[in-house]
């Protein structure tokens, strides 16, 4: 089985929106923290939003007021938001789940496939 599986990727246009979703298989072990990761070409694997028991939300400044993720740690599924969309944020999108100890080390961690998110006119 994919550890992770995402969907929702495609083609949007500059100003408009796009929701991507990520779902944990059953071949997860215990994970208390999700996110999404993006890679534009020619450009670092950056965070864009992370999720962690308790509540606590992280993104990148490049998103903000922009973006909203969204876990449900029940259903072990995170989402991510995106809106008012630029050409910048055209990369593949990946999300990933992972157990952190108390002090927030990554003890071990998944990966999906990545989605593509191509923001052109």
């Known amino acids: 089985q994919v550890p992770l599986v995402e969907s929702g990727g495609g083609l949007v246009q500059p100003g408009g929106s796009l929701r991507l979703s990520c779902a944990a298989s059953r071949g997860v072990f215990s994970i208390n923290a999700m996110g999404w990761y993006r890679q534009a070409p020619g450009k670092q694997r950056e965070l864009v939003a992370s999720d962690t028991d308790g509540g606590l939300r992280k993104y990148a400044d490049s998103v903000k007021g922009r973006f909203a993720i969204s876990r449900d ?3 072990r599924t995170v989402d991510l938001q995106m809106s008012s969309l630029r050409s910048e944020g055209t990369a593949v999108y990946y999300c990933c789940a992972a157990w952190l100890d108390v002090g927030g080390n990554t003890r071990y961690e998944y990966w999906g496939q990545g989605t593509q998110v ?4």
Not at 118 to 121: A, E, F, I, N, P
């Open 73 to 75: 740690s029940v259903k």
């Open 118 to 121: 191509t923001v052109s006119s």
